[in-house]
């Protein structure tokens, strides 16, 4: 089958200090980190044993797992593997870059955040160029605060033409036309972030095509439902895989309502779901 694996481990450790993210600064302790590095492993094992699906993944840390070296050297290896149609990765950017060479890079990518005043800008706009030099398939995006704006209009004007720049709508914050618009310049598809979605009820591919999985091997639909479809390592989750409507009254997470089918974001990313850059069109021109 063509299945499609948000990851996230126990990993809750940033080297930024965002004030909008509750895991900025956080530190894993030596044992957490261990235990993190288990349970990576013991996932790529499982995905690399899968030679008879089709397995699409993304990796959600809750911290940022590209500074641990086993997250690099993970995603490397899995994008060798034939069955791996795709292999992606959240990430601040702030590590090291030369690892992507040892990658296939037609089939990783990276989904990549500039966070204003957590990095210097230059830095940041060196490694972008850096990953278009290399031909590794990535987006770029910022949450959308009124204090980020113009960082991201410096930041579309100087990244490369056929790179996405995606916004994110800051959580709790209310856009008013003139500032949706704003936005929407920089990304025609804002209008997407910028209210919830309403969702109960309605199909999504969460728990038929598409699995959230944790560090334990928990499987879930996705990571904003809690109900527990089985396990990934004793394969108990796969009878539970069927199509079924949403339970939450909305969703407000891109990695969330990109797979409602009532939305069109499948034939919009289509083949860029999981690194979120879109089919067809130049984004962030308009």
């Not at 995006?141 to 990244?159: I, M, Q």
Request: hydrophobic letters at 35%; a neutral charge; charged letters at 25%.
């Amino acid at each position: 089958m063509d299945l499609t694996v948000l990851y996230r481990g126990p990993l809750a450790s940033c080297d930024y200090d965002c004030p909008y993210c509750p895991f900025a600064k956080r530190r894993d302790s030596p044992t957490q980190l261990r235990a993190d590095r288990a349970a990576l492993d013991r996932f790529a094992a499982w995905a690399a044993a899968q030679t008879g699906d089709r397995l699409s993944l993304l990796f959600t840390p809750w911290g940022e797992g590209l500074v641990r070296s086993w997250y690099r050297r993970t995603l490397a290896e899995l994008s060798h593997l034939p069955h791996i149609r795709r292999v992606a990765i959240q990430t601040n950017l702030s590590c090291r870059t030369d690892w992507l060479d040892t990658a296939d890079r037609d089939t990783l990518a990276l989904w990549c955040t500039y966070h204003p005043g957590q990095t210097p800008y230059d830095r940041f706009l060196t490694k972008c160029h850096d990953l278009a030099r290399r031909g590794v398939r990535y987006s770029v995006g910022v949450v959308g605060l009124p204090e980020h704006l113009s960082a991201a209009r410096r930041l579309r004007a100087d990244l490369p033409d056929h790179v996405y720049l995606w916004v994110n709508a800051a959580e709790g914050h209310t856009y008013d036309d003139a500032e949706a618009e704003d936005w929407t310049v920089l990304d025609a598809l804002f209008p997407y972030s910028r209210t919830p979605h309403a969702s109960a009820g309605l199909p999504c591919r969460t728990g038929e095509s598409v699995i959230s999985v944790d560090g334990e091997g928990t499987v879930r639909r996705c990571h904003f439902v809690r109900a527990e479809l089985g396990n990934l390592y004793d394969g108990s989750y796969r009878a539970a895989l069927r199509p079924r409507p949403c339970p939450l009254t909305v969703c407000d997470c891109h990695i969330g309502y990109v797979h409602l089918e009532t939305l069109p974001l499948y034939d919009v990313f289509a083949g860029g779901v999981l690194e979120r850059i879109p089919a067809a069109v130049r984004p962030g021109r308009t």
